[in-house]
Nanobody, 125 residues
Framework: EVQLVESGGGLVQPGGSLRLSCAAS????????MSWIRQAPGKGIEWVGS????????YYADSVKGRFTISPDNANNMLYLEMHNLKSEDTAVYLC??????????????????WGQGTRVTVSS
């Protein structure tokens, strides 16, 4: 059974940092494209970034590039999202998702077959 369990969300002031974690199980993590996506209040799903743990190729949305870092821990089947210089517009529920990259071409897709329950990040003073 595929399971994705996020943690690490919370309330942070603008300019602050957080690290989100995703514990993955039930599939071969190293050979699976993984993504972080988010949903802000009243808005649709927004892609944050994707990685392919096998080669660590990682891609980011322009809105987070230079501030967010996605890193896989292949030994422990964990996916991390380090977020720095957080802004109010980063307020959202963040979800870890299986998929989001075509591993043959490393092209981004909008196809996710599993995702977790999410962890809420609130950026506010």
């Amino acid at each position: 059974e595929v399971q994705l369990v996020e943690s690490g969300g919370g309330l942070v002031q603008p300019g602050g940092s957080l690290r989100l974690s995703c514990a993955a199980s039930g599939f071969t993590f190293i050979s699976t494209a993984m993504s972080w996506i988010r949903q802000a209040p009243g808005k649709g799903i927004e892609w944050v970034g994707s990685t392919y743990p096998y080669n660590s190729n990682t891609y980011y949305a322009d809105s987070v590039k230079g501030r967010f870092t996605i890193s896989p821990d292949n030994a422990n089947n964990m996916l991390y999202l380090e977020m720095h210089n957080l802004k109010s517009e980063d307020t959202a529920v963040y979800l870890c998702a299986k998929g989001g990259l075509d591993i043959a071409t490393m092209g981004r897709t909008n196809k996710y077959d599993y995702w977790g329950q999410g962890t809420r990040v609130t950026v506010s003073s």
